[in-house]
């Protein structure tokens, strides 16, 4: 009876074990790759925008610095409301890393959206692109 009750606490403790070691499997691997599918073109896509709200920002600061005028100035608050989207960046890179992504993943996918919008980037670097 001894020997019957210990195997069934060895069956339980070794189902429990396995248990345990899928869920930390399913963490580690599992969840991260679904949080890629699931929110990795919305995170690129923020990358760029980010990206391009910073480079308005600065050029509009720069222009302030210049010529400081009422529409310089004008400039410089619409590019600061611009900001929001890389809060909106941030707040999914955070949820991101909480998810299991490192920061290499993100990394990754940020180069992947400049890869993607390789024509873009051109056409934005003809845009923005300060001449001296």
Known sequence: M?????RIL???LNC???VIIFA???KQFLVPAIATLAYGERYKELVFRCDDVMRTHLIAKNRVLVTPNAQ??????AAEVGLIECQDYDKLRKRL???GLSDNDLARLGLEAI???GADVQTFVKIH???Y
Do not use: M, W
């Open 2 to 6: 001894l020997a019957r009750s210990g």
């Open 10 to 12: 060895l069956t339980v």
């Open 16 to 18: 429990l074990a396995l």
């Open 24 to 26: 930390l499997a399913a």
């Open 72 to 77: 310089s100035i004008e400039a410089l608050h």
């Open 97 to 99: 890393i909480s998810l």
């Open 115 to 117: 890869e993607e919008r």
């Open 129 to 131: 692109e300060i001449k």
